[in-house]
Each structure stands twice: as structure tokens, then as C-alpha cells.
């Protein structure tokens, strides 16, 4: 799948600061950013467009429900980079989830999506060509060293899922890695969520190596890795399964 690049929208920190205000509080960063001159001024200059995108933006979500009902994932669906117009799109959803998980989980992540849409790099979202402008999923990642590093946010909207929009990302995200040379991965998953994501995890070649117990509000995480050759031993593991099944057909 070919990743698009989308043009940056300059609108990253009202998002950020609408969303904060929304919530009820701003982080020390939001609230910097959102009393600077500079934004005032700004604000001011496109507080109306911003609302109308905003109402276009909610339109455009319904119309994309009626218009994909009978989508067939990987049909007309792409990877591309996060750009800053997602995060309307997203942070209602995830943030919310987010903070239930996490202390202070919401404002960490705006913040690592806010540089990610900046450079383009970090996070990524599955879109469809009808709507490219509508996150359906995403994927954010955090360098942990040269060449580890960790997938910090696995989310695909609830009317999205079990439609193969997760396999895609990740698979994108795996070929990345592979011509990036990096030498390891890892992701932490709720206990009670380990299940239903590690067989998708686990045909891409993640591990599962730990699990940390009650890091947050008393719930234990697995652990899952990834490195390239263990990618590679369940690529061939998968060819030698297919091709097992193809002889005893023949």
C-alpha cells in the first residue's frame, strides 16, 4: 500500500486546546501554548473556519458510516502519515480511552501526536480514498534507543474492527521496520485485551515475552516483541504451512 502524504493544517494547537478545554483543564504545555500571542492573534484570525471545519468534520464521519457500510477492508484503504486535522478525529475517542488506562495519559499522547503530525513521522493512520482526510486507525510509536523502539498506540475505531484495517497498519508499520533497520519492537497490551490482539500480533512475528503486573490501576499488561528474525521464522513457518495444506490438496 503506498503511503500518501497529506499537506500539515496549522490548526495543532487549537485542537490540542480545544480538546484540554473540553476536559475541563489544560496541561502546563497547552496552556502555554494556547496564551501565547501568537496563537491569540491566530485564533482569532480562523476561529471561524475552525468551527466550520470542525461541523464539516462531524458531517463527514456520518456521511463516511453510510457511504463504507459495505466496504470490504484493503479495497480502496491506505496508510499515511498522521497529519495534525486527525487529531479532532481522534482524541475524542482515543484520549478518553487513554486516560482511563493511563495517569495523565490523554495530555502525554496529544503531545507525542502533536510532534508526530509536525514531522510527519511516529504515527501513522488507515484512511479510505473516498474519505482520506478520516482516521479509522492508528498507530503512534516512541524511540527507545537507536534502533528499538516501542508501539506506544494500537487503536482501530470500534465500527472498524474485525475488518482486517489492523492487519494493514501493522503490516505497513513491519515493512517500515524491516527497511529501517530496527532491531526490536515491543508493545504492552491490557491482560484482558492479550487475547484478541496477540494472534493479529503474532503472525507479524511479536512475542509474547513479560507480563508486568498491575502497572496501572491494578491491571496487568503482557508484553509483546518483535525483532526481524523472529519475523522471519514465522514467515517461513507460515510458507511451510501453506504449502503443507497446498500438497495435501493436490
Not at 494547537?13 to 480538546?19: E, I, L, S
Not at 491569540?40 to 463527514?60: E, K, P, W
Not at 499522547?109 to 479510505?128: G, K, P, Y
Not at 512475528?205 to 509483546?224: C, H, I, K, T, W
Request: net charge positive; with cysteine.
Amino acid at each position: 500500500m503506498p503511503i500518501r502524504r497529506l499537506g500539515l493544517d496549522n490548526g495543532v494547537a487549537g485542537v490540542a486546546t480545544r480538546y484540554a478545554l473540553s476536559r475541563g483543564k489544560l496541561s502546563p504545555l497547552l496552556h502555554s501554548v494556547a496564551h501565547s500571542p501568537k496563537i491569540i492573534t491566530h485564533s482569532r484570525r480562523v476561529g471561524a473556519s475552525c468551527h466550520l471545519r470542525l461541523a464539516r468534520n462531524q458531517m463527514t464521519e456520518r456521511q463516511l458510516q453510510r457511504d463504507l457500510s459495505l466496504a470490504q477492508a484493503g479495497r480502496d484503504f491506505f496508510v499515511r502519515p498522521l497529519v495534525c486535522g486527525d487529531l479532532s478525529h481522534l482524541m475524542p475517542q482515543v484520549g478518553t480511552l487513554v486516560d482511563e488506562l493511563y495517569p495523565q495519559g490523554a495530555d502525554k499522547l496529544i503531545r507525542r501526536l502533536e510532534v508526530a503530525a509536525s514531522t510527519h513521522s511516529n504515527a501513522f493512520v488507515v484512511a479510505h480514498a473516498s474519505h482520506p482526510r478520516i482516521p479509522l486507525a492508528l498507530a503512534s510509536e516512541a524511540a527507545k534507543g537507536i534502533h528499538n523502539l516501542k508501539l506506544c498506540t494500537f487503536w482501530v475505531a470500534p465500527p472498524w474492527r474485525r475488518r482486517s484495517l489492523g492487519r494493514l497498519l501493522l503490516e505497513t508499520r513491519v515493512s517500515s521496520w524491516l527497511t529501517a533497520d530496527v532491531n526490536s519492537v515491543h508493545v504492552t497490551v491490557r491482560h484482558n485485551r492479550a487475547q484478541q490482539l496477540r494472534p493479529l500480533f503474532e503472525k507479524l512475528g511479536f512475542r509474547q515475552v513479560a507480563v508486568a503486573a498491575a502497572r496501572y490501576n491494578g491491571s496487568d499488561e503482557v508484553v509483546l516483541q518483535w525483532t526481524p528474525s523472529w519475523y522471519s521464522e514465522q514467515m517461513e513457518a507460515s510458507i511451510e504451512s501453506h504449502g503443507s495444506l497446498f500438497r495435501r490438496s493436490a
